[in-house]
């Protein structure tokens, strides 16, 4: 048996272990040995039947791991050691995907009179330090991989490639989840998880949930919406992250399990002091059996062999506790071959601060026709145009050929690969006239589908997209780096043992245009803060060697140092925080981090306070901001917004290296090397819209000629500088809108 197996049986704080349907022991925990000299039980390899000293119950215990089923409960059985006192046998059966299953047996003493509270509570702080520390152990190499990603997906890639790199992001993410999930389960075991309320907006974190599950929900051809009623408040009170793990459970089963049709997921007000989460699938249903198993921990509703779907069992058991935490309940109701339909019902409380909303609304006075599958996706459709302020009137397919009075747009489900499809958007057309707009929402890839016009969006739905898409708007493209704006400068010190990570980190560090120095542990990072290179925040490892990350903070604000400090811990334990901050740190983080986390981590140490602009002074040069009208043109003109982003990433990129030589050109006084590199900058400036910024080169190159005093060229090149901040300014505006459709592919 691997590591998987001895850690399981590890975490008991009694005897345990796994034996096969025979009763032959697999793998045992230390305490099965029976240390405090008592009788040992059968050894690795050898057969319950057939202990060194046999308990009353063992001819029983035999019977119950070979009858034992996956659908069954746990057999539980007395059982009597002089060295053990009372005590039962417990038997659970336990899945494996590699030949027959396994039983886990586990020796649980009965509570003593006086003291059984204490040893309860030690087990249980025991249980929840044992899971934390191995989600320690997976949550490093995970870091890495995830920092690794994350600075993949900040270049510039094929769309090929994107995707790859998309689905190892989707993939680690999954893993960390699975890692914290294990890690709350552990925390409501033993009391400690904390529940906040602070503003949440549903739609976001609505789409935050389906939008990981677009490439899964198109492979299968799914219909994937969510969104809340369009009179639902835009922010409530609730813990953002709880809720986010209980959707992403009950949606991502919904999808795990259904094979075709839809998942739908709304939220609506359900009395004044409640609200409702409906996730609704076309799946295959659940029997009432499996309705009463599938909120305990580590079970599927299909235990068998031969199930088709992977997962650990833990979802919605965690999602269940959480619900119960945030004051609220969770309910199935479900028949074999009908479907599911889960109720998740939340306390309801407006938050005080709701986010300003469009003005006015973007699709106002449009009235748009639907046509989807079942009552829920309709639902569902109409919900999201009625969010934009559209009006959505439910038709069917042949209603729409015969003309819907006052409509001039359908917004229509179909497959993008059927070749029927083809008709049927045809007819469609045809329908509406020249002046008729329609949109056709495709289950599956638009861009291996067969049907080009009219337009095509993907499901799952995003109000942004579907709004851009109606009003025949740009919807972004693959392949686009996911740009994150680069800070203020400045530079940080790296505290990290782990090479890989310190490697990655530091990169990450660089990209957002921050310096950054690195040490391998706690006792360079006390030497680095005493020394004369001073630091802006440091970034610093809990668990190094020689000298650990809390101990390194200690020395230097003995030392008086008052540089910010930022805990590093793989580690989930409860009170790591307060651990931290008790040691003289400003912060804490959890590995791992992605780029904007890394980032909003370090904006508020490296961001200097903003200059107030001087009395009736004059705009800069640059302060105009450059004429993006040249890119959209030019994105039209090559019909291909990936080379145009291309094209101002590698403009920023070089930028400073034309700087440089400016400046270098200025001080050797060469006028000759002054004119070439402003005319350089000058055209590709003019080319990319940067319209301030290329007439402060033309005015240099203009200038500099030997008459010119150094002083009227210095004059020039300060005023190339100015227009430079404009440019950089709004071309990082323009990378970043395209971020949102590199997630989105085929939404157009």
């Avoid at 996956?70 to 006192?85: E, T």
């Avoid at 305990?296 to 269940?320: I, K, N």
């Avoid at 490697?503 to 990072?525: H, K, N, P, W, Y």
């Avoid at 390194?552 to 931290?580: F, K, N, S, Y």
């Amino acid at each position: 048996m691997g590591f998987a197996a001895r850690t399981l049986v590890e975490a008991f704080p009694g005897p345990a272990a796994i034996v096969d349907p025979d009763g032959r022991v697999l793998v045992a925990n230390g305490r099965w040995a029976r240390p405090d000299g008592g009788p040992a039980y059968p050894a690795e390899g050898a057969v319950l039947a057939a202990p060194a000293e046999p308990c009353p119950g063992h001819e029983q215990l035999l019977t119950a791991v070979r009858e034992m089923t996956p659908q069954a409960a746990p057999a539980v059985l007395p059982c009597r050691c002089d060295a053990a006192g009372e005590a039962s046998v417990r038997v659970t059966h336990l899945e494996s995907d590699c030949g027959s299953h396994r039983r886990l047996v586990t020796v649980e003493q009965a509570a003593a009179p006086t003291g059984g509270t204490v040893d309860a509570d030690a087990a249980a702080q025991a249980k929840s330090q044992f899971l934390a520390l191995l989600g320690h152990e997976i949550r490093t190499p995970v870091t890495t991989v995830v920092a690794t990603v994350d600075l993949l997906r900040a270049q510039q890639l094929p769309q090929d490639v994107r995707e790859i790199v998309d689905s190892v992001h989707r993939s680690v993410h999954s893993l960390k989840a699975l890692t914290d999930d294990m890690l709350d389960l552990a925390r409501l075991e033993t009391g400690s998880l904390h529940v906040e309320r602070k503003p949440v907006v549903l739609r976001r974190v609505f789409e935050g949930i389906v939008e990981p599950l677009q490439q899964q929900s198109r492979r299968k051809g799914l219909l994937l919406l969510a969104t809340p009623a369009p009179d639902f408040p835009a922010a409530v009170l609730g813990d953002i992250d709880r809720l986010r793990q209980v959707l992403t459970c009950v949606v991502g089963n919904a999808v795990k399990f259904t094979e075709s049709g839809e998942v739908i997921v709304t939220a609506e007000r359900d009395g004044d002091d409640a609200y409702l989460i409906t996730v609704s699938d076309t799946g295959p249903g659940i029997s009432e059996a499996d309705r009463e198993r599938i909120f305990a921990p580590f079970v599927q509703a299909d235990s068998s062999a031969a199930r088709r779907h992977e997962g650990a069992g833990l979802g919605l058991a965690l999602a269940t506790r959480l619900v119960q935490c945030m004051g609220g309940t969770i309910d199935v109701q479900s028949e074999p071959g009908e479907g599911s339909q889960f109720f998740i019902r939340l306390p309801l409380e407006r938050a005080p601060q709701q986010p300003p909303a469009a003005s006015p609304p973007p699709l106002i006075r449009r009235r748009i026709a639907v046509v989807a599958p079942t009552s829920r996706s309709t639902l569902a459709m109409s919900w999201l145009l009625q969010g934009a302020g559209a009006e959505p009137v439910p038709a069917r397919f042949d209603d729409v050929l015969k003309r819907v009075p006052d409509v001039d747009t359908v917004l229509w489900c179909d497959d993008s690969h059927d070749p029927e499809a083809i008709r049927r958007a045809d007819a469609m057309t045809e329908a509406l006239g020249p002046k008729g707009r329609t949109l056709m929402i495709s289950a599956t890839d638009p861009r291996t589908g067969i049907v080009r016009k009219p337009g095509v969006l993907t499901a799952p739905l995003v109000i942004g997209r579907l709004v851009a898409a109606l009003n025949l708007e740009r919807t972004g493209v693959r392949g686009a780096p996911i740009t994150v704006p680069p800070l203020a400068g400045g530079r940080v010190l790296l505290a990290e043992d782990n090479d890989v990570n310190r490697t990655v980190f530091r990169r990450m560090i660089q990209l957002l245009g921050v310096e950054c120095d690195g040490v391998a542990d706690g006792s360079a990072a006390v030497d680095a803060l005493l020394g004369e290179t001073p630091y802006d925040v440091v970034l610093m490892d809990v668990q190094m060697p020689r000298t650990d990350g809390l101990e390194a903070t200690r020395q230097v604000r003995a030392a008086g140092c008052t540089t910010p400090i930022l805990a590093l811990t793989a580690t989930a334990l409860h009170g790591d925080r307060e651990r931290c901050l008790e040691a003289g740190m400003d912060g804490h983080l959890s590995k791992p981090i992605t780029l904007p986390e890394l980032r909003a981590a370090l904006e508020p140490y490296l961001s200097g306070p903003p200059e107030e602009p001087e009395p009736d002074a004059e705009p800069a040069v640059g302060a105009d901001s450059p004429d993006l009208s040249k890119l959209r043109d030019l994105e039209e003109q090559l019909e291909d917004r990936a080379l145009v982003v291309t094209t101002v990433n590698t403009f920023l990129s070089q930028l400073d290296g034309r700087r440089s030589a400016l400046a270098d050109a200025l001080r050797r006084q060469d006028h000759d090397a002054l004119r070439k590199t402003a005319h350089t900058l000058k055209s590709s400036s003019a080319l990319l819209g940067a319209c301030s910024l290329a007439d402060a080169c033309a005015e240099v190159e203009r200038n500099a000629t030997a008459e010119a005093t150094e002083q009227d060229l210095s004059a020039l090149v300060a005023g190339v500088e100015e227009a430079v901040a404009g440019a950089v300014r709004v071309m990082a505006g323009y990378l970043a809108s395209d971020e949102e459709g590199a997630d989105s592919a085929g939404q157009r």
